[in-house]
């Protein structure tokens, strides 16, 4: 394994983790929506267009905004294909340090929608050629291949990938994380998640640096 290729294994787990950061402290602030599943708010929109929902228009938003953010970081990975995840990363700072200042501002319900555009941000990281090769803010795809190499190690003597399983657990880890911070912080507890996100765009800045110059 090269040392780029282990970086973006390194990298893809440290994002899992923001990402579940970020989504549990907008599940708490909203009383139950998400930021970056999008299935999830899917099926209280389609819901609460039937029963009435009060949260039904949040929801339609949230899945917007998330959309919106992987236009703008695919169209920015696109433009900037050196320092692709580097460009990419600080978009979607910007957006969890602009969902900061709002809560801090007083624009408490407003808060929620920036972060929800940085993770649809986020998940352009590993977009390839016409495709999506990972999605670092929801696990059900991690959790399908993980289930589909258990099958094939169980049926065939394949080698189980524990990549999927480490996906996962970043996830859930960033996720409790979360939830305590924001228990104690509020969406101040969205300043952790932005360190962790500047540290990633340095790293990526100095990892692309290097390869442009060999």
Do not use: E
């Amino acid at each position: 394994m090269d040392c780029q290729t282990c970086y973006n294994k390194v990298l893809a787990i440290f994002i899992c983790a923001v990402a579940g950061f970020s989504d549990s402290v907008g599940f708490l602030s909203t009383d139950g929506l998400f930021v970056s599943f999008m299935s999830g708010n899917t099926t209280t929109l389609g819901s609460g267009i039937i029963t009435g929902n009060s949260k039904t228009i949040t929801a339609g938003a949230l899945i917007v905004c998330f959309t919106g953010g992987v236009v703008g970081g695919a169209s920015l990975g696109r433009l900037l294909r050196a320092y692709k995840t580097a460009a990419i990363l600080s978009l979607a700072t910007a957006f969890l340090t602009g969902a900061w200042a709002a809560y801090r501002l007083g624009f408490c319900g407003f808060a929620v929608f920036p972060i929800a555009v940085a993770m649809g941000v986020q998940n352009t990281v590993f977009v390839g050629p016409g495709d999506v090769k990972v999605g670092l803010t929801y696990v059900t795809g991690a959790l399908v291949a993980l289930g589909k190499g258990i099958s094939g190690m169980v049926w065939d003597g394949k080698t189980l990938g524990l990549a999927p399983l480490y996906l996962w657990l970043s996830l859930l880890t960033g996720a409790a994380f979360g939830s305590r911070a924001f228990k104690h912080w509020g969406l101040n507890a969205l300043m952790p998640a932005i360190v962790v996100m500047c540290i990633l765009v340095l790293t990526s800045a100095v990892s692309a640096a290097l390869r442009v110059r060999s």
